[in-house]
């Protein structure tokens, strides 16, 4: 009897084992499914750039690949550009949503909002497969909205030949800007003002120095004769902002100060002076 009982409880530890055991194969055949079925499918939001001025407009490609065949598959977007509390910029994206042709870029346009700061492109995807089945992902990028940096400067012809077709550039704290490349035309003896916004995230709070040159590719006509004006702008605060700060300050300080004297000769007046 002792041992139909320890062969009973044998039978029913091996059972009770291999449950768990199937149990943890079945999971881990799931986890895998899953893991194959995600990374079978990959999405990308291809761009140039990710920072725009306010108001701009930036050109994305999306693209949505699955590498799984199916009997049937369609492939659904939607896209939204939040703020950075999370609030949605009301038709900030065109087209905002629509149908993905399996590895082929689709392209979104994204408006600026008039306010600086950073912002989320977020782009949902949908699978809808064979019965109906859906697979949702996501991808998102940051935008950076920016108030453009304004350069403007003088450039001056002290030769006695008209320039024509003279190309400048800026550069600033010493470091040509590509994009600012400008054709312009420059009379005997005489001045042209060249202005340039800069889209810029790259600066450092502080002072920046900048001024117009010519471009290397007319070098030769160049001779020393066209002189470019040079300037300089602030990031954060100027040496004039700080100043007018302290300035505050002190008038409040001094407000409180003529305040508190006020009320003290109120208090005291009409009284005795042994009792001031």
């Not at 194959?36 to 693209?63: M, N, P, Q, Y």
């Not at 809808?128 to 350069?151: A, M």
């Not at 190309?167 to 312009?184: A, H, M, P, Q, W």
Request: charged share 20%; proline share 2%; aromatic share 10%.
């Amino acid at each position: 009897m002792a041992g139909n009982k320890e062969g009973g409880v044998c039978t029913k530890k091996i059972i009770a084992a291999i449950a768990v055991l199937t149990m943890v194969l079945a999971a881990g055949i799931c986890i895998l499914s899953s893991a194959d079925e995600t990374d079978a499918a990959t999405s990308e939001i291809r761009g140039d750039t990710t920072v725009v001025k306010v108001s701009g407009e930036l050109t994305f490609d999306i693209v949505f690949f699955e590498s799984d065949s199916f009997s049937t598959l369609e492939i659904k977007y939607s896209a939204v550009l939040n703020n950075s509390s999370g609030n949605l910029q009301a038709g900030a994206v065109s087209p905002a949503s629509g149908t993905l042709y399996n590895g082929l870029p689709t392209k979104l346009t994204v408006k600026a909002p008039a306010e600086a700061g950073k912002y989320t492109l977020v782009v949902s995807f949908t699978e809808v497969i064979d019965d109906g089945n859906e697979i949702k992902s996501e991808k998102s990028l940051t935008i950076t909205v920016v108030t453009p940096i304004k350069l403007s400067a003088t450039l001056t012809n002290n030769s006695n030949v008209d320039f024509t077709d003279f190309t400048v550039y800026f550069r600033v704290d010493g470091v040509l800007v590509d994009d600012s490349k400008n054709t312009v035309s420059v009379r005997a003896k005489g001045t042209t003002t060249v202005s340039y916004d800069w889209v810029t995230d790259s600066l450092s709070n502080g002072e920046h120095t900048f001024e117009i040159v010519a471009g290397e590719e007319n070098i030769g006509d160049y001779r020393g004769s066209i002189i470019g004006g040079k300037g300089k702008f602030y990031i954060g605060h100027s040496d004039y902002g700080l100043v007018n700060i302290l300035l505050g300050i002190m008038l409040v300080l001094f407000a409180i100060f003529a305040f508190y004297f006020y009320r003290k000769q109120v208090k005291n007046y009409g009284k005795p002076k042994s009792r001031r």
